[in-house]
């Protein structure tokens, strides 16, 4: 498949989300934010960083990048967009994934590995998972704390959007462990912690390459 | 004209706010007696270009809307507008 | 056409010549090289050059004495970064450097623009940044101040580090009364480059633009560089409105600008505006290509109004670069600095005259022979003389160890010491995968990188014990090296070369130059007997307040070579039933250790001594048993002693894993407090599939390193079972990681407070 | 008696503010004419048990001076203090 990682100013994942998604197997391309075309990318991924600094809110200038209209456009049209870490935050800003990601409740950047359970199977990223199934995966962020008022989480729930929670360790205080979710529609997903980062062996875990491996599709 | 507008956003009401929790806590540790709650939030001053007092605050208030505030977590109010020399 | 004062200048009076730093001797030789007195400008300009921080005018001799040569060195000491060789084609470019007073005072803002610059040195050699590391010393944590320092820096640190996407994988902290008053926070960059697109920051060309990139100048930091080079007192805390202010977003974009640009071909040369700004990167750009420059500094791009050329040229605000372009290339850099979105304009040109000239528009302010500011900066052989209360220190008799010792209490009491606990509240706070090519992160002796696409791993490491160099500077310089080469090689990686940050108090003082001159010494011998040359470094002196100063403390930034990554070799225990082997000597050194100083409050006796002929073999066996795949878990010995290390290596692994020793056979000449936690160098336990133990001990026979199996692995879970001369310490291991993870952030819950 | 006492904290004059700097120029490309600087600071809202205003000022004047503000970067104000209930 054709995958677009797209490049804000700051983005410092968007590398690593390359190579996954290449050892993957996929014709992978990188795209500029001021770019208004996203070459015919059938999966978008916005990487992780700190575009634009994260200054004022992580992903809230960033949002406003001329690529993000046809980001919108991508989605809405049903095709497959993964947001990672800041590209959650981005997703989450713009709107096309609801809530928001707050400071982390201990205040401080986290970075550690931490075990995620596979709650929905039904999402082109994770249909290569088991549902309860358990993945380790390092999450990297100051601001990943999942909020959203109760209807919306009770929606989620309902609607079986909460794509992965924290199991046992919960590293920022996220609403109900949620490290991810996905729309209605199940082609967007956006998650905090970085399967990119967990895609070899020689890093130490697997557990995250089925997520670029687009078994769903 | 030009106007010095300030706005103040806030965490909402319901939505933890460690860092309020923590100033708190830290003020007590540091023995300042009768610090029964803080709260912390972002000020942003705007030196703005605008005719009169109300266009600088209107257009404040849209900025907060549109990129300074996130409805989701954080109230907003417009403070202050000045005239700046 | 000569310089003249501008209007406005103030007199040039010795009260003016003093607070810039400079001695009547140096003003004289400033007037005599210009003949005729300099203005207020020129004046700013020396005082930068000559500082001690940029012209080395009291460690310049010492420092020629370093090895700093060897078939694996591309670019030594005298750039912006040393370089040194890997293979396949493949090169690494590091340094390291401290911001020990700007910490001191702003430790967020200290700390992150350290980091801001050494990144910049490294991203200018056009190298890419793969590693960060960061080693940093404070008071006591039961200080409310210390704990304010410690949590601003190591702030500081990640969040500069995390938002530019480099991981910062390994460092250390110690805690120590010989830093209250002048922490240190020392800063290490490794990047990687390919060996042929390495550029030199050497001016040429003349007719050459020279274009300022990056972040607008401000009034930040002027004087940065002389601050540095003073005591911290009262006064300087008033001048505290030069600490500088870093946007680590900008870097991000000026990284991947700067790189673009090298590989572009547009550019001769690019050099960071760091210390001294404007003017000391221009100054040694041109010296080092023996041409002349010539600055209009109305066309540098300013973001506060009214900026005179003196507050320009001395700037120190972050994230700005110089570059010297071929001519005729203008346009073309400056479309990739706005495809980056970041300012750049010409604000001069490459001359042949020799001169280093500003101008203001029609106006020259300053016109001096360029090589006068770098080459014939004053160079000073200060006296040295080992102070009284040192040598006594040192001769100190240590107390004789007690007949019923309670090894269990003391253990305990080391692991929740914070310079030994785990520093995992710190490096939490880091990005350590960013980028995923992190092996081996922190947690253990080094880090280990892979490089991608080749079978190479390179290793990082730093630190430092300036306790041991404080009680003997000579050995204790040693001792600094012989660590980091240990720390690489624990890992399978061979050490190649190193970097580092001699932080001392003030060097005109005759005990703290014979320090600083000794363990130059020490790491001298080290570095030759280990194979491993010093490629680049950085001094800071005056790390003292009224009436003390702090530890001599040369820290060391080292970086190893792996033939094949998936080799390397973790710290951690791995499998229950694994053998545990201890290698080395056991001499029951305690002077100086952290055992001598739990027990009685004070640092004193004569530190561990080198044998730098078995560090060698130590080196050699670990790298080639783990080339061979000997070995499953290796960790050096280091503050603490043997019983800490093993302890270590139990809570190090991917499970916590129990452990059964018995150290008595390792010697019967020293007893059993000694055994577990003398500091002896040269030291390692290693662990091992029991088959393979043989092989194990033959290869350490064939290298000449005693090796002992002292027991095994335990169960996931079990307990830590330490024997000795009829003693045995039993603790549940979860009780031993709760102490030792749990000492460092239950003292940070408490406040801090400025 | 409980005050609610309002401090702002912004960058000090001269100190670079990158916030600030990011914040007004996303504004400029949202198409908000007429921003001519923005500058980012932080609100700290406390609840304070003090007999009198005057108190309740002075208290938080203190708190900021040791915790809330950093003196070397930043400035501050004791905005506003009110009675609650
Ligand atoms: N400031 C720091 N930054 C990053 N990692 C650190 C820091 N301090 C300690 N560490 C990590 O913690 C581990 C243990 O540190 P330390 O006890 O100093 O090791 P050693 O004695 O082998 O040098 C190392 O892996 C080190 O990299
Ligand atoms: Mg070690």
Request: hydrophobic residues 40%.
């Amino acid at each position: 498949m054709k995958v677009a990682v797209v490049r804000f100013p700051g983005s410092n994942c968007d590398a690593d989300a390359w190579h996954a998604a290449k050892d993957a197997g996929h014709a992978v391309a990188f795209v500029w934010h001021r770019s208004t075309d996203l070459g015919g990318a059938d999966v978008v991924v916005l990487p992780g960083g700190f575009a634009y600094g994260d200054y004022l809110r992580a992903g809230a200038i960033a949002r406003f990048s001329p690529v993000m209209k046809a980001v919108e456009a991508h989605a809405k049209a049903g095709r497959l967009l993964l947001g990672i870490c800041n590209g959650f935050q981005v997703l989450c800003e713009a709107g096309i994934l609801p809530g928001a990601l707050a400071r982390n409740a201990g205040l401080s950047f986290v970075c550690r590995w931490v075990t995620l359970r596979v709650e929905a199977t039904d999402t082109a990223f994770t249909a290569g998972y088991r549902k309860g199934q358990t993945l380790r995966a390092p999450v990297a962020h100051g601001e990943g704390r999942y909020v959203a008022d109760e209807a919306t989480l009770d929606r989620l729930e309902r609607e079986g959007r909460v794509v992965f929670r924290y199991a046992g360790d919960n590293p920022n205080g996220a609403l109900r462990d949620i490290a991810g979710i996905t729309n209605e529609g199940r082609n967007v997903v956006g998650m905090m912690p970085h399967p990119e980062r967990a895609a070899e062996a020689l890093l130490g875990c697997t557990d995250g390459a089925a997520l670029f491996a687009l078994a769903g599709t | 004209m030009r106007w010095r507008v300030r706005v103040r956003i806030m965490p909402r009401q319901g939505i933890l706010d460690p860092q309020g929790q923590a100033v708190a806590h830290a003020l007590g540790s540091l023995g300042f007696a009768g610090v029964a709650a803080a709260r912390v939030g972002r000020t942003v001053e705007l030196a703005l270009d605008a005719p009169a007092e109300a266009d600088a605050r209107d257009a404040a208030k849209r900025m907060c809307e549109r990129l300074l505030a996130n409805p989701v977590t954080e109230d907003f109010v417009v403070d202050t507008a000045e005239a700046l020399a | 056409m000569s310089a003249r004062p501008r209007a406005g200048d103030p007199a040039i009076t010795p009260e003016l010549v003093r607070t810039h730093g400079l001695k009547p001797a140096e003003f004289d030789r400033i007037r005599s090289i210009l003949g005729r007195d300099p203005t207020f400008v020129e004046l700013g300009i020396f005082s930068a050059l000559w500082s001690e921080h940029c012209a080395y005018k009291h460690s310049r001799p010492v420092l020629k004495t370093f090895p700093t040569t060897g078939p694996q060195v591309i670019q030594g000491p005298g750039e912006n970064a040393g370089v040194v060789r890997l293979g396949d084609g493949w090169a690494v470019a590091f340094k390291m450097e401290s911001h020990n007073h700007p910490s001191a005072v702003e430790p967020y803002q200290g700390a992150a623009t350290g980091s801001g610059g050494i990144l910049r040195d490294i991203f200018t050699m056009g190298a890419r940044p793969v590693a960060l590391t960061d080693s940093l010393r404070f008071g006591s944590l039961e200080a409310a101040h210390q704990r304010y320092l410690f949590g601003g820096v190591v702030k500081g640190v990640g969040d500069y580090g995390n938002c530019v996407g480099v991981p910062t994988v390994a460092g250390d902290v110690c805690f120590d009364d010989g830093y209250e008053g002048n922490c240190l926070v020392n800063v290490m960059c490794v990047g990687v480059l390919r060996e042929e697109e390495l550029i030199r920051a050497k001016a040429a060309g003349p007719g050459n633009p020279i274009i300022a990139v990056g972040a607008r100048t401000g009034r930040d930091g002027i004087h940065g560089a002389s601050f540095a080079s003073e005591e911290l007192s009262a006064e300087s805390e008033a001048k505290r409105p030069q600490v500088q202010v870093g946007d680590p977003f900008t870097e991000k974009l000026l990284i991947e600008l700067s790189l673009e640009l090298i590989q572009s071909g547009h550019i001769v040369a690019i050099q960071d505006m760091g210390a001294a700004g404007l003017t000391s990167s221009s100054a040694e750009m041109a010296a080092r290509g023996g041409v002349g420059v010539e600055i209009d500094a109305r066309l540098v791009p300013v973001r506060e109004e009214g900026m005179t050329p003196y507050e320009i040229l001395l700037s120190e605000s972050q994230e700005r670069m110089l570059v010297v372009a071929h001519k005729g290339r203008e346009a073309a850099v400056a479309a990739i600095c706005e495809k980056w979105e970041l300012t750049s304009a010409v604000i001069g040109r490459v001359t042949d005259d020799g001169m280093y000239r500003v101008r203001w528009g029609d106006e020259v302010v300053a016109e001096i022979p360029g090589r006068s500011l770098v080459d014939e900066a004053p160079v000073y052989h200060p006296d040295a003389r080992e102070g009284e209360a040192a040598i006594a220190r040192r001769a100190r008799p240590l107390p004789a160890t007690p007949a019923q010792p309670d090894l269990g209490a003391a253990l305990e009491g080391l692991l929740d010491l914070p310079t030994i606990a785990s520093k995992r509240w710190v490096y939490e706070q880091y990005d350590t995968s960013v980028q995923t090519n992190t092996v081996l992160g922190p947690g253990g002796d080094a880090a280990v990188l892979r490089l991608r696409e080749t079978p190479l791993g390179i290793a990082v490491t730093s630190g430092g014990n300036g306790r041991y160099v404080w009680l003997d500077p000579y050995e204790g310089g040693k001792a600094v090296v012989a660590e980091a080469a240990r720390n690489l090689a624990v890992t399978g990686a061979r050490p190649l070369a190193l970097t580092d940050c001699l932080n001392f108090g003030n060097p005109e003082k005759p005990d703290v130059f014979f320090q600083f001159r000794e363990a130059c010494r020490g790491m001298s011998e080290a570095c030759t007997a280990l194979g491993t040359p010093v490629v680049s470094g950085n001094v800071s002196f005056y790390n003292e307040r009224p009436g003390a100063s702090v530890y001599p403390t040369p820290m060391i930034g080292m970086v190893g070579v792996l033939g094949d990554v998936t080799r390397r070799v973790p710290a951690g225990f791995q499998a229950p039933g694994d053998a545990i082997v201890v290698l080395g000597h056991c001499n029951g050194a305690l002077g100086g250790s952290q055992y001598l100083s739990w027990m009685s409050g004070e640092v004193y006796g004569a530190p561990p001594r080198v044998d730098l002929a078995a560090e060698r073999a130590l080196v050699d066996f670990l790298v080639e048993a783990a080339g061979r795949g000997l070995l499953r878990s290796a960790h050096d010995v280091s503050e603490g002693g043997l019983a800490v290390a093993l302890v270590e290596s139990a809570l190090a692994g991917p499970e916590r894993m129990g452990l059964r020793a018995d150290l008595s056979p390792l010697s019967r000449r020293v007893d059993a407090v000694q055994l577990f936690f003398a500091e002896d160098q040269g030291r390692a336990v290693v662990s091992c599939d029991p088959a393979r133990l043989e092989e194990v001990r033959h290869l350490a026979a064939k290298r000449g390193v005693p090796a002992e199996a002292v027991g095994a692995v335990g169960e996931r879970g079990g307990a830590v079972r330490i024997g000795v001369n009829g003693w045995t310490v039993e603790r549940p291991v979860g009780r031993l990681a709760e102490i030792y993870e749990r000492a460092i952030p239950r003292r940070m819950e408490r406040a801090a407070g400025a």
